[in-house]
């Protein structure tokens, strides 16, 4: 959910579940976690250098681990979007949805995939006034109206998005990842998450 493999990330990290990841819930014992989630956070640290918070609190329940990041991986794996604008979205529903977990750390993939060390605080600001071509403001301003307004999304909202450029699947996707992340925001602050101190500084220079 968290990957950086395009960022100078350390090797051979240990992982470590946080017990501050997250504020009203337990975070779990590393050891005490089913096998599966352990070589999936092994595998996140490694390629991170430290072991992503979103990782130690949804621990807290493995059932539900698994089915989110499986989500997750087909939403990033098997899409007509660029990775960059999958993130995109997330930081601009998680602006408005005010996730202070997701804005750093989306913003922090933001930088990395998109390569501007900017533009995701501007994203988070307003995106309305961010640096971006008409097309991904087509595909910021449908993912928001679904996240604040969903029953005020008409035909007329896809229509934009196809004259914008997008495909029928790369729609689905856009409306996929924005509910998503809608999930995971609200989950994120009913948890009271908290992003990992590195996430800040990732893609800055």
């Given at each position: 959910?968290?990957?950086?493999?395009?960022?100078?990330?350390?090797?051979?990290?240990?992982?470590?579940?946080?017990?501050?990841?997250?504020?009203?819930?337990?975070?779990?014992?590393?050891?005490?976690?089913?096998?599966?989630?352990?070589e999936?956070?092994?595998?996140?640290?490694?390629?991170?250098?430290f072991?992503?918070?979103?990782?130690?609190?949804?621990?807290?329940?493995?059932?539900?681990?698994r089915?989110?990041?499986?989500?997750?991986?087909?939403?990033?794996?098997?899409t007509a979007?660029?990775?960059?604008?999958?993130?995109?979205?997330?930081?601009?529903v998680?602006?408005?949805?005010?996730?202070?977990y997701?804005?750093?750390?989306?913003?922090?993939?933001?930088?990395?995939?998109?390569?501007?060390?900017?533009?995701?605080?501007?994203?988070?600001?307003?995106?309305?006034?961010?640096?971006?071509?008409?097309?991904h403001?087509?595909?910021?301003?449908?993912?928001?109206?679904l996240?604040?307004?969903?029953?005020?999304?008409e035909?007329?909202?896809?229509?934009?998005?196809?004259?914008?450029?997008f495909?029928?699947?790369?729609?689905?996707?856009?409306?996929?990842?924005t509910?998503?992340?809608?999930?995971?925001?609200?989950?994120?602050?009913?948890?009271e998450?908290?992003?990992?101190?590195?996430?800040?500084?990732?893609?800055?220079?």
């Amino acid at each position: 959910m968290t990957d950086t493999d395009d960022a100078d990330s350390a090797t051979n990290a240990t992982p470590t579940l946080a017990d501050d990841a997250m504020a009203n819930f337990p975070v779990p014992d590393f050891a005490d976690l089913p096998e599966d989630l352990q070589e999936r956070i092994e595998a996140e640290t490694e390629e991170a250098g430290f072991t992503p918070n979103v990782f130690s609190a949804f621990a807290y329940k493995p059932s539900h681990f698994r089915a989110f990041f499986q989500y997750h991986d087909v939403l990033v794996e098997d899409t007509a979007l660029e990775r960059e604008e999958i993130e995109m979205i997330v930081v601009a529903v998680s602006g408005v949805n005010h996730c202070y977990y997701c804005n750093v750390a989306h913003g922090a993939l933001v930088r990395i995939y998109a390569e501007d060390p900017q533009l995701a605080d501007q994203l988070v600001a307003n995106y309305r006034t961010a640096d971006i071509n008409e097309t991904h403001r087509a595909m910021l301003d449908v993912a928001v109206k679904l996240t604040e307004r969903p029953t005020e999304v008409e035909r007329v909202d896809l229509v934009r998005l196809r004259d914008a450029g997008f495909s029928e699947e790369a729609l689905w996707d856009i409306a996929a990842v924005t509910g998503f992340y809608n999930l995971s925001n609200r989950m994120a602050m009913f948890a009271e998450m908290r992003p990992n101190d590195e996430f800040h500084t990732l893609g800055r220079e």
